[in-house]
């Protein structure tokens, strides 16, 4: 018998703009370490006592998702596809569906996709003592040791004080994230935890909660998940239903209403990285306060987080002091470190002066690969395209522009009109206006082109597709 792990990667936040966007969110970005936080997650539950897991994400992030499991050799057992986000509780109950419908689990892992837990063998220890209590019918949760009073954090209340590392422990209630003067209050107290949003439980013991204590989402999603269609080896949950589910979170759905409940403490090291105060305490190494990603230059900073996303971009900090500045090719963030909770406002107010960085990627990930512009001015403009091996854009026209495409590294089979031809780097190709056009990468390496556009109008969405292999209605 094995354990599932479910992780949850559908959502994208604010407060770690401009690196998380909305078109391209955390879990998906190396913001610690050499993997994905993503990654990182799907590692994190591997080996004889774990089953493939499923992942629950949105049809955006849905060829991401399958890109970075294949990148490190993750096969995932499904990706289900959210039709819209209804909170976790939903989301975590369509999985447990399909786990139950596989003989060999014996219990579902649900984890977040945008946590960092450094020490995997910890964390693999503390899902062991779970284990125990799910074979008693408990409904486990994880609680995270307080190193500080956080309002960020939902708090986990023990039924006792007194308890050692790497035990069970009864959980009396949930607390909502709170005051700084009640967060200080739990602390000196003792016996609060950390809600670290990860639970552990037998399928049919999470199947029964739901059904006790949230009907009406028990239905709605059973019957999303009992009339999902198979998209791509995807599978992609019924929108009619789905929609009429109910938001909730796992928490107030299940959880806080049911009687079998324990906690596993942990304090082996986690962060939910919910801001970029917290990155700046998991990169700091140079003793002064500084923590420094990419190509920066500091002279005489401390206490600051310098970082710099693009390369060939170069961050030069000069006697800062409780600073966070992070330069991307689009947008560059300078804060002081105590706003850091409030870097949302930002993106608040770029959206509501209708600024495509408070959302959109400076990369835009696609299926077959990715684009970046270079240059966008009044008639033209200019894209560096990237498609993978084997991949192929979609036979499509244009109504607006023309394009003329210059071949940089790699070879590219070219469709325009009724013929076929093959470029190598140096060698380029012309899309008239309005004529049918293909580009793919028959090679095994990766292939790179200079797109140039020119037109009246230069959108996204002024496409015409007549096939594609994604089976997308929109580029």
């Given at each position: 018998?094995?354990?599932?792990?479910?992780i949850?990667?559908?959502?994208?936040?604010?407060?770690?703009?401009?690196?998380?966007?909305?078109?391209?969110?955390?879990?998906?970005?190396?913001?610690?370490g050499?993997?994905?936080?993503?990654?990182?997650?799907?590692?994190?539950?591997?080996?004889?006592?774990?089953?493939?897991?499923?992942?629950?994400?949105?049809?955006?992030?849905?060829?991401i998702?399958?890109?970075?499991?294949?990148?490190?050799?993750v096969?995932?057992?499904c990706?289900l596809?959210?039709?819209?986000?209804?909170?976790?509780?939903?989301?975590?109950?369509?999985?447990?569906?399909?786990?139950?419908?596989?003989?060999?689990?014996?219990?579902?892992?649900?984890?977040?996709s945008?946590?960092?837990?450094?020490?995997?063998?910890?964390?693999?220890?503390?899902?062991?003592?779970?284990?125990?209590?799910?074979?008693?019918?408990?409904?486990?949760t994880?609680?995270?040791?307080?190193?500080?009073?956080?309002?960020?954090?939902?708090?986990l209340?023990?039924?006792?004080?007194?308890?050692?590392?790497?035990?069970?422990?009864?959980?009396?209630?949930?607390?909502?994230k709170?005051?700084?003067?009640?967060?200080?209050?739990?602390?000196?107290?003792?016996?609060?935890?950390?809600?670290?949003?990860?639970?552990?439980?037998?399928?049919?013991?999470?199947?029964?909660?739901?059904?006790?204590?949230?009907?009406?989402?028990?239905?709605?999603?059973?019957?999303?998940?009992?009339?999902?269609q198979?998209?791509?080896?995807?599978?992609?949950?019924?929108?009619e239903?789905?929609d009429?589910?109910?938001?909730?979170?796992?928490?107030?759905?299940?959880?806080?209403?049911?009687?079998?409940?324990?906690?596993?403490?942990?304090?082996?090291?986690?962060?939910?990285?919910?801001?970029?105060?917290?990155?700046?305490?998991?990169?700091?190494?140079?003793g002064?306060?500084?923590?420094?990603?990419?190509?920066?230059?500091?002279?005489?900073?401390?206490?600051?987080?310098?970082?710099?996303?693009?390369?060939?971009?170069?961050?030069?900090?000069?006697?800062?002091?409780?600073?966070?500045?992070?330069?991307?090719?689009?947008a560059?963030?300078?804060?002081?470190?105590?706003?850091?909770?409030?870097?949302?406002?930002?993106v608040?107010?770029?959206?509501?002066?209708?600024?495509?960085?408070?959302?959109?990627?400076?990369?835009?990930?696609?299926?077959?690969?990715?684009?970046?512009?270079?240059?966008?001015?009044?008639?033209?403009?200019?894209?560096?395209?990237?498609?993978?091996?084997?991949?192929?854009?979609?036979?499509?026209?244009?109504?607006?522009?023309?394009?003329?495409?210059?071949?940089?590294?790699?070879?590219?089979?070219?469709?325009?009109?009724?013929?076929?031809?093959?470029?190598?780097?140096?060698?380029?190709?012309?899309?008239?206006?309005?004529?049918?056009?293909?580009?793919?990468?028959?090679?095994d390496?990766?292939?790179?082109?200079?797109?140039?556009?020119?037109?009246?109008?230069?959108?996204?969405?002024?496409?015409?597709?007549?096939?594609?292999?994604?089976?997308?209605?929109?580029?």
């Open positions: 018998m094995k354990t599932t792990p479910i949850l990667a559908g959502g994208s936040g604010t407060r770690l703009w401009p690196l998380s966007r909305k078109s391209y969110p955390k879990q998906f970005a190396k913001l610690i050499e993997h994905t936080l993503f990654q990182q997650a799907a590692l994190r539950a591997i080996g004889a006592s774990f089953g493939a897991p499923i992942i629950v994400t949105t049809s955006d992030f849905r060829f998702v399958a890109e970075q499991l294949q990148e490190v050799g096969d995932p057992g990706i596809i959210e039709p819209s986000g209804r909170d976790t509780a939903p989301a975590i109950l369509a999985a447990t569906l399909r786990a139950a419908q596989d003989p060999d689990c014996a219990a579902a892992l649900v984890m977040p945008d946590h960092l837990i450094p020490d995997v063998d910890a964390f693999g220890a503390a899902v062991e003592v779970g284990l125990e209590g799910v074979r008693d019918g408990q409904l486990v994880f609680g995270i040791k307080p190193t500080h009073p956080e309002t960020a954090y939902g708090y209340k023990t039924a006792s004080k007194d308890f050692a590392e790497g035990s069970l422990v009864g959980l009396e209630s949930f607390t909502e709170p005051s700084i003067e009640r967060a200080r209050a739990m602390l000196e107290e003792g016996g609060f935890l950390w809600n670290a949003g990860i639970f552990l439980a037998s399928p049919a013991d999470l199947l029964r909660a739901f059904e006790t204590h949230a009907p009406k989402i028990m239905q709605h999603v059973r019957s999303a998940f009992e009339a999902a198979t998209d791509l080896g995807f599978l992609r949950l019924a929108p239903h789905w009429a589910c109910p938001r909730r979170s796992i928490d107030y759905a299940v959880m806080e209403k049911s009687e079998n409940l324990s906690v596993v403490p942990y304090s082996a090291g986690w962060s939910d990285l919910g801001d970029w105060d917290a990155i700046w305490r998991e990169g700091e190494e140079s002064v306060g500084l923590a420094i990603s990419g190509e920066v230059t500091e002279i005489e900073c401390r206490n600051s987080l310098l970082r710099s996303e693009n390369t060939g971009q170069r961050l030069v900090g000069l006697g800062l002091d409780n600073i966070i500045a992070v330069a991307m090719k689009d560059v963030l300078v804060a002081n470190q105590s706003r850091s909770q409030d870097v949302k406002l930002a608040e107010q770029l959206k509501s002066e209708g600024a495509p960085q408070a959302e959109q990627f400076p990369k835009d990930h696609r299926p077959w690969g990715w684009f970046e512009s270079l240059v966008i001015s009044e008639g033209f403009q200019v894209k560096r395209i990237h498609v993978k091996p084997g991949a192929a854009l979609s036979l499509q026209s244009h109504k607006y522009r023309a394009e003329h495409w210059v071949v940089v590294r790699g070879i590219a089979e070219v469709t325009v009109g009724d013929t076929i031809s093959t470029l190598e780097a140096n060698q380029s190709a012309y899309i008239p206006l309005g004529e049918r056009h293909r580009l793919r990468n028959p090679g390496n990766d292939l790179e082109i200079i797109e140039v556009q020119t037109g009246s109008y230069l959108g996204e969405d002024d496409i015409i597709r007549y096939d594609d292999v994604y089976a997308r209605d929109s580029q």
